[in-house]
């Protein structure tokens, strides 16, 4: 059963940088589109960044570009997620998912993935 588990989550001041991890087991990252999601209290999840399995492309959404960066270990089997500049708007808990290996998927679309972590806490106090 595949496994994701989220950690670096945190509370830090804004303008500060948090990097999250996402590990995963019984898949390899290298194989897998990996996403990024968030969701704030009352608000819908949202995508936040991707990337996909075979050219290993990077999609962000706009309010995160030029701040966060995704990038992906395959030898750590691990994904993260950059963040600087950090705003109050960024608080949410953030969510790593998995798409199923090797499938072309809409990278921002959270119906096209099949595993996700529990999620990890980020808090930015202005």
């Known amino acids: 059963q595949v496994q994701l588990v989220e950690s670096g989550g945190g509370s830090v001041q804004a303008g500060g940088s948090l990097r999250l991890s996402c590990v995963m087991s019984?898949?390899?990252?290298?194989?897998?589109?990996m996403g990024w999601f968030r969701q704030a209290p009352g608000k819908e999840r949202e995508f936040v960044a991707g990337?996909?399995?075979?050219?290993?492309?990077?999609y962000y959404t706009d309010s995160v570009k030029g701040r966060f960066t995704i990038s992906r270990d395959n030898t750590k089997n691990t994904v993260y997620l950059q963040m600087n500049s950090l705003k109050t708007e960024d608080t949410a808990v953030y969510y790593c998912?998995?798409?199923?290996?090797?499938?072309?998927?809409?990278?921002?679309?959270?119906?096209?993935?099949?595993?996700w972590g529990r999620g990890t806490q980020v808090t930015v106090s202005s």
């Open positions: 998912a998995a798409a199923p290996p090797r499938r072309t998927v809409v990278i921002g679309n959270p119906g096209d993935y099949n595993s």
């Open positions: 990337i996909s399995w075979r050219a290993g492309s990077k």
């Open positions: 019984e898949r390899t990252v290298s194989s897998c589109a």
